[in-house]
């Protein structure tokens, strides 16, 4: 089976949701029967996301086999409801990388090593692979960054030859741009969506499809100048227009008929109505809660909630679940102290510390979890927030006043979170963190095993630093539990304060698994208690 290729590209200006736009593609086609998957190119040099700090480009997302990847690959998976992998997200450093490892090899034979032909062949051979599994009979491949710009130049080049090397109905582009709604003469401008397309084809790139965001609906008229301007037929002139949810976004395009479209060009049969049941299930419930809950999210890149990205879908996927509103509160963890943690988090029916790295907002993310711990607020640690948990209940709990974890305080007597001696020896930085899905084995009395009612699970995970099972036994005895280890390593996985109606931290990142047709047990728990303390 030979699958079809699908590229999105963007125009005018970044932030437009190519991502949520193949997102939803992606779905209605999934939805009609067709397998489908989606890549992302990302222009820049970083080999991965690893590396990069949140307020740069977000989130970075986990796959099941281990790779750092762009925040958009979350949307996919979240989505489609099937997994993505290391062939799903390419940057420019992978590509380079990649090519010069080869050249050191002498693979080129003594040939001037060169963007084109060498790095286009990388690109168009990543951008293939996922085709050539055999597994999928649909390959969107979405190309980060602005049409334009230099470093995507190769991508577009790229995108050209393969657009001549394959069938005409086993490729198409789509090409999403922005329609500047102007206040003064309130009208809708074209010109911007037509340089981004005659940057495109000055590149010989001719797009398909104009996915077009827009403020305002597009008129007929409107579509027809954009088609004729654009030279694309008319209904391929699609308006995306702004939506309360970016779960509304497979809908309207529906509305639009984006999917029949794509799949009438590809010459492949619309036959089967897209099955949206679930999907539309999801959205009703997520629309008419019947509670509503705040819950604070308390880290350190909270200015920029995309960082917690994952995070704040899977509360949108858990909440609708129990058909509750959840209003995340951003809570900076600099701002908290001894003095005033009743003030902040007084009002809040549920408490999340938040993944991270480094010294900066420690002490206040360990108040807020003493807070939590004491007054029987429902809580939930992940990953950095599980390493707070157990250093408060070292501290306040055991008495170790000291306790801390060697990544911040590498003297400490009471070194109650430490690096692995696998870890210590590496010093490279990306992609040498503890990466990736590994299995859990959750004890049978646990909240944590009435979340998942199994005892085997797979999560992912994504740092350096452990539970210290030195002290396992101290903290058992204190009433501290750990109800989930890895099988193999007997690494602590959960751990769980057992007097105390929610208090649950998990060395991993449940929040990579939560899909809107699969949200994470240990969420959908953590918002019924938040639920419950609310109206208890
Ligand atoms: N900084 C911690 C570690 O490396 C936690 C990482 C995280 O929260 N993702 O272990």
Redo the contacts with the bound molecule.
Sequence with gaps: MSAKYIFVTGGVTSSLGKGIIAASLAKLLQARGYSVTIQKLDPYINVDPGTLNPYEHGECYVTEDGAETDLDLGHYERFLNTPTSQANNVTTGKIYQHVINQERQGAYLGKTVQVIPHITDEIKRRIKLLGETGEFEIVITEIGGTVGDIESLPYVESVRQLLWELKEEDALVIHLTLLPYLNSSQELKTKPTQHSVKLLLESGVQPDILVCRTEHAINKDMRKKIALFCNVETNSVIEALDVPTIYDVPLMMLKEKLDKIVLSKMKLSTKNEPDLESWKNFLVRHKNPKNEIRIGLIGKYVELPDAYKSIVEAFIHAGAFNEARVRLQYIHSELIGDDNVAQKLGDLDGILVA????ERGIEGKIIAIKYARENKVPFFG????M?MAVIEFARNVIGWKDAH?T?MNPKTKHAV?DMMPDQKKITAKGGT?RLGAYVCEVSKDSKAYKAYEKTKVTERH?????FNNKYLADFEAAGMAVTGINPDTKLAEIVEVKEHPYFVAVQF?PEYRSTVLNPHPLFIKFVKAAVTFNQG
């Design positions: 993944p991270g790295f480094g992940i990953c950095l927030g390493q974890s990544e979170i963190m994504r740092h350096r630093f452990e990142h």
